[in-house]
């Protein structure tokens, strides 16, 4: 998807090896939904950032586009089932994606947030323990 857009996705990882305990096509799943997000919601040409970060006991993933950004009345209902915000504009879609993000991270125990001013594009991120909870 990125490269039919003319889209650069770049990671940045730790150094360290990271040791997750969680379900890896479901974690998979919760990523690409964000990863799609950030290519459908950003014009052609632009950047894309995944940021892995170790916190020690939990592991930060973070997202960033440069896109149209989010309001912040939609934000506050973006994680909502079937809800469209207005920088949906003409995209096709179903307001799936982010419920379903929300609900793979909480199931492992983490929390999922988004960070965005409008019109400057916007970073969704995600901490999971790096063990279970029992
Ligand atoms: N990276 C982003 N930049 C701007 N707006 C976004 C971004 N990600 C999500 N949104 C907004 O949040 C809304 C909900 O996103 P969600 O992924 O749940 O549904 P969708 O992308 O509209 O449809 P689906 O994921 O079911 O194809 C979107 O309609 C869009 O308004
Ligand atoms: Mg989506």
Redesign the pocket.
Known sequence: MAEAKGINLLGEFPKELIVLQADPILLQRALG?LLE??I??SPPHKRIVLKVLNLGNEVQFSVT?Q????SRQ?QAH?FELL??????GREG???????IVKRIIEAHGGRVWVESAEGHG?T?HFILPQLAPA
Do not use: E, H, P, T
């Open positions: 939904n997000n950030a459908k919601y586009d896109g149209s950004g989010i939609d973006l809800y469209r915000g207005k920088s949906a879609g179903l307001g799936l994606g982010l419920a916007a969704f």
